[in-house]
């Protein structure tokens, strides 16, 4: 039978065991940890992009009011009451334009 208190290796000693079942346990839990923060980061960016597909879509439904205000505006109020006239949906426009401002185009 092998005694592992007389093992006469020097790379093994109660010392390197108890250091080496540590250090894996402290990186296990850090580990954990980063991976937790990792997945919280990631669900927070995916609920900001969700957000701003929503966003853009109702601007681009606004737009498109604009375009056709008859039947756009009848629509629009439906979901949007404080939207029924042009000029309310023109602020409603200009406000949008100055949250997601254009980007300069280094083209020119």
């Not at 080496?20 to 839990?29: D, K, P, R």
């Not at 991976?35 to 919280?40: E, L, P, R, T």
């Not at 853009?56 to 009011?65: F, K, R, S, W």
Request: net charge positive.
């Amino acid at each position: 039978m092998l005694n592992l208190c007389r093992l006469s290796h020097p790379a093994m000693n109660w010392t390197s065991i108890t250091a080496f079942l540590a250090l894996f346990g402290i990186g296990t839990v850090v580990g954990a940890y980063f991976q937790s923060v990792f997945q919280h980061c990631q669900a927070l960016k995916k609920d900001i992009h969700e957000l701003k597909r929503v966003r853009y879509g109702a601007t681009l439904i606004q737009m498109l009011a604009l375009l056709d205000p008859e039947e756009g505006l009848a629509k629009l109020s439906e979901r949007r009451p404080d939207l029924a006239s042009l000029e309310a949906l023109r602020q409603e426009l200009r406000v949008e334009g100055t949250l997601y401002p254009r980007r300069h185009d280094p083209r020119g």
